[in-house]
């Protein structure tokens, strides 16, 4: 059985380059994604500070071709590929050659489809005040005449406690089925319903 070393030392010239190639860009891709994975540094992005998207992130922002993930992957599927065609098929470098760049070509664009869909699947869980308007719901704890009191409201298919008061100033028990017609600052209006 033979060792590591002595494996690349019986690497042809050519064989060592894409070693060398599969060997960067792949230490460089496992740690962009590691770091990634556990939340450190953001993806390269282009996105307009203004907000010319229409509020919604460029579904390629976090892999660009000429970027770190997209640089790391190409050399790694060109190194390993050009690798097995060269050294265990036995063809030539044009060959390998060509047969890593194919690779490496089809690993960028299955990354970038890869984070096309992952950014797609994001959603906003982030419930907008005016969505709780003509919503209903129940008061949780009695709000006093003329007071505050706590509401719990469906909204979206969530239930949300809100602090409310009611339109016309009256006292409502706890229980009681209420409707929400406003909103008045950090708390909402409501009015009961039957």
């Known amino acids: 059985m033979q060792t590591l070393a002595a494996w690349i030392q019986a690497l042809s010239p050519y064989g060592t380059f894409l070693f060398v190639c599969a060997l960067v860009g ?3 891709f496992l740690a962009r994604l590691g770091f990634q994975l556990v939340g450190f540094g953001a993806p390269e992005t282009d996105m ?43 063809f030539g470098p044009a060959l390998a050659t060509l047969g890593g760049i194919v690779a490496g070509l089809l690993a960028v664009e299955g990354i970038r489809r890869m984070f096309r869909l992952f950014i797609g699947l994001q959603v906003s869980g982030t419930i907008q005040s005016e969505q709780f308007i003509g919503c209903k719901g129940e008061i949780y704890a009695s709000v006093p005449a003329s007071g505050t009191g706590v509401a719990t409201v469906s909204v979206r298919g969530r239930r949300r406690e809100v602090d409310v008061r009611t339109e016309s100033g009256q006292a409502l028990e706890s229980g009681a089925a209420i409707e929400v017609i406003a909103r008045e600052g950090a708390r909402f209006v409501v009015r009961p319903v039957r």
């Open 48 to 90: 307009d500070v203004d907000g010319a998207h229409g509020g919604h992130s460029d579904p390629d922002a976090g892999f660009r071709i000429l970027s770190v993930h997209g640089l790391s992957a190409f050399f790694m599927m060109f190194g390993l590929v050009g690798l097995a065609l060269h050294v265990q098929s036995g």
């Open 26 to 28: 792949g230490t460089f």
